[in-house]
């Protein structure tokens, strides 16, 4: 994928995400201050910082590095969405309930991508 594609796809779902989270109803929506399932939630700016530097760190790795996939763009778009949230509102929005539990856009863009990424490194694995 070409770095072109890549920030495409990547700002794709950054920008979907964020105009979904304020277009949403507060009934709908769940404020999460921590990590998945409101772990650490009594430390929200530990999760702000962790989600920032993680993002950095995979952005440069993904842009200066040889790994533009789509599932790289997907976790990168993903990631800068809900860390967007983290640093400037304190919590990230989700508003699909699945069951118990509540995501976003970005989560399921985050799953889908590590998900293509590991389905890559396991038929890498068995070619060789």
Request: hydrophobic share 45%.
């Amino acid at each position: 994928m070409r770095t072109g594609e890549f920030l495409a796809l990547s700002s794709a779902v950054a920008i979907t995400d964020c105009i979904i989270k304020s277009k949403i109803k507060e009934p709908l929506i769940t404020k999460n201050r921590g990590f998945a399932h409101n772990r650490l939630d009594d430390h929200q700016y530990v999760v702000a910082a962790v989600s920032a530097i993680l993002t950095v760190f995979f952005a440069k790795r993904a842009v200066f590095g040889n790994d533009r996939s789509a599932g790289s763009a997907l976790i990168l778009g993903g990631a800068l969405s809900n860390t967007y949230e983290r640093i400037f509102k304190g919590y990230v929005t989700d508003y699909i309930k699945i069951g118990s539990t509540v995501y976003n856009i970005s989560d399921f863009a985050i799953f889908a991508g590590a998900f293509m990424i590991a389905l890559k490194s396991f038929k890498e694995e068995k070619e060789v």
